[in-house]
């Protein structure tokens, strides 16, 4: 009895198996008819399936059967016929995942260990020919704001490029189009706040002319948004020496020390900055944003009026200096008597008069450089025409602020 129930199990196992193998030729009969509906239904059935699933040749049933949905709707493409855009790439999408796998399974040895890979050569070059609509999918995913579709056709582009497939081609090392690709991918994974697909792909663009310098500010933000302070310090710094002119990475460096009290070592980074770039007006800004957190005035003056001298339109400069000659007025004041009846009342008044005198022209500078910024100078010109019983002017700040 024990014998006849080992033979219906083995029975039954081989009609299981036998079942899976007629599915994989059924989808391969119906992929040759291109009923792509069943094709498709009849091969995911064998790939999910343990008993076919670890074949290479059921995942290149799977990818021919993408591969032909391909050739079929692209030849209604090329005779002005109604075609399915979005079903194109992803079976483009989906080809690369199924003769990849298909590639990986032909290449584990036999029980004598060797190879017989029968499908790389014909497989390779279907998806060298293949391989620019994985960009023009996810560019196409991205222009409809389906960032981690787009994410996904950008991400295969870039992992399949170092596959032993393409071992010939060495598309690490030859494809011009890999950096801009990488920077489109983290793009799309920074929408999405995808830190790991960021810290992956945006490394591929660290050196592209373009938008090196903007992979490099996606991994600042990756490795902030992760609570990596170590690694944020490191990108910052590495993103200051490869793109000094950027200023996203010299900024937040500074913002770091200034908030936490390391002036020392912010003074002495932006001394070094300015040493390799005396004329740097972002660094001479930077240096004034310092003294003036210092409560050092007369320098941050100083270095405001230096930025101001290499570039007499830099709006953040005047804005600065307006805010340190309106602190200067509020910090007499706060010392100045309040009694109208002592003898140095009026001195007092007038001189904090002359701090926002000061002040005036250096926001209403800011203004007519950048009228449309109104946080560089609204607020600033409120004070300083309140505190000048300027009605006319102050009234129209009113107006503006909405009060």
């Known amino acids: 009895m024990k014998r006849v129930f080992i033979l219906v199990a083995l029975f039954t196992m081989a009609t299981l198996s036998y079942s899976q193998e007629k599915a994989v030729k059924d989808a391969r009969a119906a992929n040759t008819s291109s009923d792509f509906t069943k094709a498709r239904q009849l091969i995911q059935e064998a790939l999910d399936n ?23 709707e692209t030849e ?68 409809l704001n389906d960032d981690k579709k787009a994410l996904e056709f950008f991400g295969t582009y870039i992992d399949a490029s170092s596959h032993p497939i393409f071992e010939k081609e060495n598309f690490m090392a030859t494809d011009t189009l890999m950096s801009q690709v990488a920077y489109y991918a983290s793009l799309a994974a920074a929408k999405t706040d995808d830190y790991s697909s960021i ?81 740097n007006t972002f660094f001479l800004y930077v240096k004034g944003y ?45 010392k100045a008597t309040a009694d109208t009846n002592d003898p140095n009342y009026a001195t007092d008044q007038e001189k904090i008069k002359k701090y926002y005198e000061e002040a005036r022209p250096y926001y209403e500078k800011a203004r007519e450089l950048k009228p449309d910024q109104q946080d560089l100078w609204i607020q600033g010109l409120y004070r300083v025409y309140y505190n000048l019983n300027m009605a006319p002017q102050f009234e129209e700040i009113e107006k503006l602020m909405g009060l």
Request: with cysteine.
């Open 76 to 143: 209604k493409a090329y005779l002005r016929k109604p075609y399915d855009t979005l079903g194109v790439y992803n079976s483009v999408l989906d080809m690369f995942k199924y003769f990849l796998k298909t590639d990986d399974l032909a290449q584990i040895p036999n029980e004598k260990g060797k190879i017989k890979n029968k499908y790389r050569k014909t497989n390779a070059a279907s998806l060298v020919a293949e391989r620019p609509n994985l960009i023009n999918g996810g560019i196409q995913y991205f222009n």
């Open 290 to 334: 310092l003294y003036y957190n210092m409560k050092e005035y007369d320098k941050a003056i100083e270095f405001y009026n230096k930025t101001i001298a290499v570039d007499p339109n830099y709006a953040e400069a005047y804005s600065n200096l307006g805010l340190i000659y309106c602190q200067l007025a509020q910090d007499y004041a706060d």
């Open 199 to 279: 810290l992956k792909y945006a490394p591929y663009a660290e050196n592209d002319k373009e938008f090196g310098q903007y992979a490099m500010e996606f991994i600042s933000t990756a490795y902030k948004a992760e609570g990596d302070t170590i690694k944020w310090l490191e990108s910052l710094k590495a993103g200051i020496q490869k793109y000094p002119d950027h200023p996203y990475f010299f900024g937040h460096l500074i913002d770091y020390y200034s908030n936490n009290n390391k002036f020392d070592e912010a003074m002495t980074f932006a001394d070094d900055m300015i040493a390799k770039d005396p004329n």
């Open 50 to 72: 343990p008993e076919t699933q670890n074949d290479p040749e059921t995942w290149n049933v799977a990818g021919s059967i993408e591969k032909n949905y391909n050739a079929k």
